[in-house]
């Protein structure tokens, strides 16, 4: 069975709880740490990563474009599917992500658009949160895949 490998396609972090999220071309893994300059640091959402496809149908339900950035996910990936990876190790770039769960939308995501909440809900369309197993710098375009 062939090997599924999808790609980093943004990637933000957030300075201050509640502030905009900022665009970057690549950041640094810390490992246990998170993402260097990013306000979440340590404990177990470290790093949140959403899939494209799936932000793309939420959207699609709704009948409404949004950028992803209003997600607030660190990486936007496309062609690799998060689904039931509770557990898995993802391998991205030359760093490693343990992800811990999937993430669950909050009220947040109704502010942003009725209805966003629970078109995310379900299906790990809202995404998944792990902690940083190995370090290193993470780029727009690096590939990811399972570790294992």
């Known amino acids: 069975m062939e090997k599924q490998v999808g790609r980093v396609e943004a990637i933000w972090i ?10 970057r071309d690549s950041v640094i893994f ?14 177990k959402r470290q790093v ?19 950028d992803p950035v209003k997600r607030r996910a660190n990486l ?3 062609g ?25 939308p909050c009220y947040v995501m109704d502010a ?3 209805g ?6 379900g299906d790990w369309a809202g995404g998944v949160y792990g902690e940083v197993a190995r370090g290193g710098e993470i780029r727009v375009g690096d590939p990811i895949c399972r570790a294992d």
């Open 14 to 23: 957030k300075r201050e709880h509640r502030e905009p999220m900022e665009a």
């Open 30 to 43: 810390v490992e246990g740490g998170g993402i260097a300059g990013n306000v979440e640091q340590g404990g």
């Open 48 to 66: 949140t990563l959403l899939e494209a496809e799936l932000w793309r149908d939420a959207c699609q339900r709704l009948d409404v474009e949004l």
């Open 76 to 78: 936007l990936i496309r």
């Open 80 to 104: 690799f599917s998060l689904a039931g990876s509770r557990g898995c190790v993802l391998k991205i770039g030359s760093c490693q992500l343990r992800v811990l769960g999937e993430s669950t």
């Open 112 to 114: 942003v658009f009725p």
């Open 116 to 121: 966003l909440r629970k078109a995310l809900s």
